[in-house]
């Protein structure tokens, strides 16, 4: 029955078959992706802050190394820019977000245009279908046989429900993979409101020691 309905289908139903494939190998390898971009933030930040506060920055720099996800690299990037100003390392942090968030998009659009392409392809072929239909039945008028014309009716069916098998299940993987994405940049916008504020109150603190040291001295 599946062999029949695949001969059935043609050069069509194949390219829709092939769409299915790609969107859906796409839509694994960023689903893994995705999930190993996410991780504790708050624990991980926490961890970060407590050995910046003991004075160990190159450690701190090696468990952002070793830690995958975009809420790891915004933490090494504030560590390298913890001695620039607020405006600089604002910026820095805003940059790598950006990179960040791009490289989580990447090959998101294969899916969505998947979606959009299938239940195309399928109408697609429901007019070749149909055409092929009305050719065999004015080549065969008056005496019509049934049999003839059922094969272009049954392409023109055949590629539609294909078109919306794929489109359908394409739509959502699309949807989820958007929210995953966007709870990561949560994610990273709460990381880097932390550092931020965190640099803010370490640098407040290390200013006045220093300014007392000296007058001490004096």
Not at 13 to 31: K, N, P, Q
Not at 92 to 110: F, G, I, Q
Not at 147 to 165: E, H, K, P, S
Request: with cysteine; hydrophobic share 50%.
């Amino acid at each position: 029955m599946m062999n029949e309905m695949l001969e059935m289908g043609g050069p069509v139903l194949w390219t829709i078959l092939a769409c299915g494939l790609l969107g859906f190998a796409v839509f694994i390898e960023r689903s893994l992706h995705l999930h190993r971009a996410r991780i504790k933030s708050d624990d991980f930040l926490k961890g970060i802050m407590n050995i910046l506060n003991k004075g160990n920055a190159n450690e701190a720099l090696a468990i952002c190394d070793e830690t995958p996800g975009p809420v790891a690299y915004i933490a090494k990037t504030a560590i390298l820019h913890r001695r620039d100003t607020r405006e600089e390392t604002r910026v820095a942090l805003r940059d790598a977000a950006l990179a960040e968030t791009s490289r989580m998009e990447r090959r998101l659009v294969v899916v969505a245009t998947v979606a959009q392409v299938a239940p195309l392809l399928g109408l697609l072929g429901t007019a070749l279908g149909m055409i092929e239909a009305l050719l065999v039945m004015r080549g065969q008028a008056p005496l019509v046989q049934s049999a003839d014309v059922m094969d272009g009716m049954a392409r023109a069916l055949i590629t539609t429900a294909a078109g919306l098998i794929v489109a359908v299940p394409s739509y959502v993987s699309f949807n989820l993979l958007v929210i995953k994405v966007d709870r990561i940049v949560l994610d990273m916008e709460r990381a880097i409101s932390e550092i931020m504020a965190f640099l803010s109150n370490r640098n407040g603190r290390s200013v006045p020691e220093g300014r007392n040291n000296r007058q001490g001295d004096a």
